[in-house]
């Protein structure tokens, strides 16, 4: 027997609603047009010269495109060591601030006990504070316990400095889940620490991917606590790295290398946007959806 397909009718268009629209259609369009052009200058700029740069023809290649410029940056402007410690600080921190801040989530959206609402306005609180008003105290207790010019002090700091918002924004999503995974659980008697990290914790997945992906950004492009912390070139990240190179290699008069380190170091997140953009909407709206 043949199935019968489905046909859908396209609905009319609205004219009269998207009119109303057409403002934002526009600034959109631009916007996104502005950062196309950006971005393929920037692209142009990495395989070009300095003298091209600097006449303003970096689309000409009269010499060839000049794909050592990457070569020069990553091997002798420490760009592979300012990006080899992002990676590492991203993904130490990212698995610690997971491991934190998911089992504090979802004790506080489950279970009703003294206190709990004190630790959800404590978390919400803590966000509010700029890191400018604690880099003092922490400068100065980093010193006493000797953690001073180490990978371990800035890995400590993404992580404790992150879980406040990883916590808050994964209290909707545990909070909408349906209890009677709990109770099936229970009646098979699984322990409520299982129920979690079997049941639980898989379940929240969009939202897990979501705020990891939020951190991972946030350790990657992160400048202002390891250009306090990060007390030499090898402890740097990419953002404080691009900035000694900008320094460096301006000096120098290696524009074409400087743009290359600037690809390098955008690249990660470009890959991420581009293959990650529909989870991260997909993990936003699911929390606000009860189940």
């Known amino acids: 027997m043949k199935k019968n397909k489905e046909y859908k009718v396209a609905e009319p268009i609205n004219w009269k609603k998207e009119a109303k629209l057409l403002p934002g259609y526009i600034i959109l369009m631009l916007w996104v047009i502005f950062t196309i052009v950006l971005l393929v200058w920037i692209l142009a700029a990495s395989l070009s010269t300095s003298r ?6 970096v689309f000409s290649f ?89 990978r371990t002090l800035l890995i400590i700091l993404y992580i404790c400095l992150n879980i406040p918002f990883t916590t808050t924004f994964l209290l909707n999503f545990f909070g909408s889940l349906s209890r009677t995974y709990e109770e099936a659980a229970a009646i098979d008697g699984c322990s409520p620490i299982r129920t979690f990290w079997v049941i639980m914790l898989p379940l929240a997945q969009p939202g897990l991917v ?18 306090i912390f990060a007390s030499s ?33 955008f690249l990660p997140t470009f890959i991420i946007y581009l293959f990650l953009s529909e989870k991260i909407i997909a993990g936003i709206t699911a929390g606000g959806v009860k189940g």
Request: net charge neutral.
């Open 62 to 150: 009269s010499t060839g495109l000049h794909f050592e410029n990457y070569a020069t940056a990553w091997s002798t402007q420490n760009v592979s060591v300012f990006f080899l410690n992002s990676i590492l600080y991203a993904g130490v921190a990212l698995v610690g601030i997971q491991l934190i801040s998911a089992p504090a989530a979802y004790v506080l959206s489950r279970f009703e006990f003294k206190g709990n609402k004190l630790f959800k306005n404590c978390f919400v609180l803590a966000m509010s504070i700029p890191s400018i008003m604690i880099v003092l105290p922490l400068f100065s207790l980093a010193t006493q316990w000797h953690l001073t010019g180490t």
């Open 233 to 265: 070139d090898r402890l740097k990240n990419v953002g404080m790295g691009l900035f000694t190179m900008v320094q460096a290699m301006t000096s120098t008069g290696n524009m074409g290398g400087l743009f290359a380190a600037v690809i390098i170091v």
């Open 52 to 57: 091209d740069i600097y006449s303003g023809n």
């Open 210 to 227: 979501t705020v990891g992906i939020f951190n991972f950004l946030a350790v990657w492009n992160e400048y202002f606590l390891a250009m």
